[in-house]
């Protein structure tokens, strides 16, 4: 059966670059590469929810994270080991300074949304080369 590559963002509840993540995960999911990957809730995961575990050590994992303390990488690391990939949505601004994000959540600023349309693409390509020779 083909893999799927799941991306679980950070919760990031109150912080502009953990919505950029969810919101990044969203467009991943439901455009970018729709039929191939899949969002998972990072709590449901902490809680060792037994078949969702076995599902991603089947498939791929991506992690997303909003700022250093990397909370969807350590969380899933503790569970299935080592994502496939992780990404910090940060990272985006080093090399697009002039992006500075609102501090706007929701719904997100002109900046934040460019911000999370050029993590979606790495993220989606990030799926591409996981899924490469899987299919
Ligand atoms: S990684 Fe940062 S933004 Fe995301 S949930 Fe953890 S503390 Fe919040």
Known sequence: MSKKVYIIPC???G???????????YRVVN??????????????????KKELVDE??????ITLDGCTAMCAYYDVAKVIDE???????TSVIKENRELKPEPTIYPLGE???EIMEIFAKEIAEK???????EE
């Open 11 to 13: 919760s990031g509840m």
């Open 56 to 61: 991603l050590k089947k498939n791929k994992v």
């Open 31 to 48: 455009n970018l590469r729709h039929g191939k990957t899949e969002i998972e809730c990072l709590p449901l995961i902490v809680k060792g």
């Open 15 to 25: 912080k502009v670059y953990g919505s950029i993540c969810r919101q990044a995960a």
């Open 127 to 133: 799926v591409g080369e996981l899924l490469d020779g």
């Open 111 to 113: 900046n934040a949304k």
């Open 83 to 89: 994502p496939d990939a992780h990404f910090l949505s």
